[in-house]
């Protein structure tokens, strides 16, 4: 059984930093990526992060340069480093671990940024 837990949401100013982790339960051996997706108020989830089974790694153009994901396999992490927040990155984020067949999704955490 695979499960995702999310933490590190919580609220923050504009141009202040949160980390969120993703932890995964199960075998990881037919994951092919995992991923941080964010769903704003009143719009559809979107792609923030990606990192590849082979480490490579895509963003959406909206937060190159200020997130970063990485990967611990060892300890079945999956963390998306988040620097300069700003108000539209206000969102519930949520974890997916993705398969050949489909994939997993945690249960979201919220990240409100705001002064």
């Known amino acids: 059984q695979v499960q995702l837990v999310e933490s590190g949401g919580g609220l923050m100013q504009p141009g202040g930093s949160l980390r969120l982790s993703c932890a995964f339960s199960?075998?990881?051996?037919?994951?092919?990526?995992m991923g941080w997706y964010c769903q704003p108020p009143g719009k559809q989830r979107q792609l923030v992060a990606r990192i590849n089974s082979d480490g490579s790694t895509n963003y959406a153009d909206s937060v190159k340069g200020r997130f970063t994901i990485s990967r611990d396999n060892d300890k079945k992490t999956v963390d998306l480093q988040m620097n300069s927040l700003k108000p539209e990155d206000t969102a519930v984020y949520y974890c997916r671990a993705q398969h050949k067949f489909g994939g997993y999704w945690g249960q979201g955490t919220q990240v409100t940024v705001s002064s």
């Open positions: 199960g075998s990881m051996s037919i994951i092919n990526s």
